[in-house]
């Protein structure tokens, strides 16, 4: 599936040729009468920026097709030229559903580039794009304890040495948890010990919780000591004095990382995607599509995640799975969320958001056919649980909610250094990564350019190739050390996933 955007009418697109229905690109009045692929339409009202309109003339029940694939059926007749949206299609999803796995592969169309970014090798043969000095909560009773320590200490350290940043991963978890909640916690925070970004941690515990700093540091593995230091606030006098004290001894041990050149084949990205509009999927997804294909031609790695975000274009990532056992993990990665949707009394299609429908996605369908648009056409060469890092390269699914946050973590959580995060209705948050923002519409890029860190709008109007060149050098530079927005507004957070009993 691809977005052609060449010779594109001024008013309206059409993205695939078995489509019936066309996007308009601005804001149209009613009784607008437009010229497109030989026939005159006529508006029957008015139809906002990235909205539907029927390009023939169609029948209740009949489906409703965008990028070449159903996106739901309508509940009235309707004619060429009348607006699509809610009030008029419903989403074909329902339940969980069988597959069979039918391949289309296609080959990689990029070639071996010499490129590199500016990274720094660890001493596990990781590599990171950023220095970062992390704190670790094992439970959030202490989160505020731990905002006194880095008060203290950026005072004597205003520059942080060596260190690109010192943040927090606050959370509210760690104690009153069961089975795989009090799991995920665990595993989410070990993981971002293990961080290559992370070049140097510090595990703060209270002392009472269930996430004990001795079990953690028993499941942590192998580990630097000289990177991971420990501390208990129960078992200090003064526990703000030895926080202060141990990341002196972390600095001192990151006085001499340096960056140094590294091939594009070490840059592990999360592809992810929020507060969607109805040019996400013509523009910034297709983007990151395309980047994700010359990655994995690099050798690099992509993930995606936002498993409810797949439902309704699952059997296009499906034909993609490289062997018959992927393919098997992408049927369960889908059936078991569906799974969990219903196992609370909730329908599989209770997506999209309000922001995204009044951006101009009508169901589920349309978005998820947006949504993956992300993962290019690249092989699936293998199924994440979540929590798990990434094991090979290429382009891997990850277990994960669509919500952003705890989306973005999970990316974050499997290695990934960056996260690449497309928006057309704007929002600022950040992971613990930086978490590079790609606005959908040359509006949203302008309005907000303290948020956004490019411009894919510039595809209504710019060939892919040229636009792709540009979002490359972006990466490469943002790879290297150019701080993102979420950077500069010092904006980095962790959210990790809860679904079950809080005693």
Known sequence: MSTTLTETPAQLLKLHPKDNVAVALKPLAAKTTLQFEGQTITLFEDIPQGHKIALKDLAQSQDVIKYGYPIGHLLADVETGQWLHTHNVKTNLSGTLAYTYAPDLHPVRYPKRAATFQGYRRANGKVGIRNDLLIVPTVGCINGIAEIIVENFKKNHPDLGTFDHITILKHPYGCSQLGQDHQNTRQILIDAVHHPNAGGV?????????????????NLGDYDPKRVKFMVAQESDDEIAVG?????????????DQREAVPLSE????????????????????????????????????????????????????????DEATFEKILHLINDFKDYFLAYGEPVYENPSPGN???????????????????????????????????????????????????????????????????????????????????????????????????????????????????????????????????????????????????
Not at 306 to 316: H, I, K, R, S, Y
């Open 202 to 218: 510090l595990v703060f515990g209270l002392g009472c919780e269930n996430n004990t700093v001795p079990e953690f540091k028993k």
């Open 244 to 256: 202060e004290s141990l990341l002196e001894e972390l600095l001192e041990a990151a006085k001499e």
């Open 267 to 322: 840059l592990k990205i999360g592809l992810k995607c929020g507060g969607s509009d109805g040019f996400s999927g013509i523009t910034a997804n297709p983007l990151l599509g395309a980047f994700s294909d010359f990655l994995v031609s690099q050798g690099g790695s992509t993930v995606l995640t936002e498993v409810p975000e797949m439902f309704g274009a699952e059997q296009v990532l499906m034909a993609r799975a490289q």
């Open 357 to 503: 429908k009044a951006g101009g996605i009508t169901t589920l369908e349309d978005k998820s056919l947006g949504c993956t648009q992300k993962s290019g056409t690249s092989a699936v060469v293998d199924v994440l649980k979540y929590g798990e890092k990434l094991r090979k390269p290429g382009l891997s699914l990850l277990e994960g909610p669509g919500n952003d946050l705890v989306a973005a973590s999970a990316l974050a959580s499997a290695d990934c250094q960056l996260v690449l995060f497309t928006t057309g209705r704007g929002t600022p948050f950040g992971a613990y990564v930086p978490t590079m923002k790609i606005a959908t519409n040359q509006e949203i890029y302008h309005k907000k350019p303290h948020w956004m860190d490019f411009n894919a709008g510039r595809l209504l109007e710019e060939p892919m190739e040229v636009v792709l060149e540009d979002f490359i050098q972006a990466i490469i530079d943002t790879a290297s050390g150019k701080p993102t927005r979420n950077e500069a507004n010092n904006v980095r957070e962790i959210a990790i996933f809860k679904n079950g009993v809080t005693l």
